[in-house]
């Protein structure tokens, strides 16, 4: 069972590029997949208890602030997210980083995905309020919906379509 987990605050500029692409995605599926979509705006333990249950999760999240150009997309594993600084709401000053949070929920024996894969989009402005992102953010989404696509149907016994 595979959970596409949109991160973000769609109000707040580039922050809603978890929450678009997971939006998009779910419109695209058909419902009889085994593939759940969901938007979250939380991080470390409330994050990963969102995550409980599923095999595999694919992560969607603004990347601030950009270390190269905003729009730029990059797929990660969780050892690539060790090696930086966190995506926005993996981690919040009044919680635990989410790599904190996986590894308590190991030792704790919970039913955590053994794979998570992270789209982290590089993005320019998640402080002023606004439901539009920046033009080279809104370049990325359709890309980052047909890798998420891509990825699905790569990985899985079933057919994932991408858009037309």
Do not use: K
Not at 120 to 130: K, L, P
Not at 145 to 164: C, H, N, T, W
């Amino acid at each position: 069972h595979t959970l596409v987990l949109g991160l973000g605050n769609p109000i707040l500029t580039d922050d809603g590029i978890g929450v678009w692409v997971a939006e998009a995605i779910a419109a695209r599926l058909p419902a009889d997949l085994p593939i759940d979509c969901a938007e979250v705006s939380v991080g470390g333990l409330l994050l990963m208890e969102a995550m409980l249950g599923y095999e595999r999760v694919i992560l969607i999240d603004a990347l601030y602030p950009a270390r190269g150009q905003p729009g730029t997309i990059h797929r990660m594993t969780l050892e690539d997210l060790r090696a930086i600084s966190p995506t926005e709401h993996s981690t919040s000053p009044h919680d635990t980083s989410l790599l904190t949070a996986l590894a308590l929920g190991q030792r704790m024996g919970l039913p955590l995905p053994t794979e998570i894969t992270i789209y982290a989009v590089e993005v320019a402005n998640i402080t002023d309020f606004g439901d539009t992102p920046t033009p080279a953010v809104a370049h990325a989404i359709p890309q980052v919906i047909d890798a998420v696509l891509e990825e699905l149907g790569r990985q899985s016994s079933y057919a994932v379509v991408p858009r037309a």
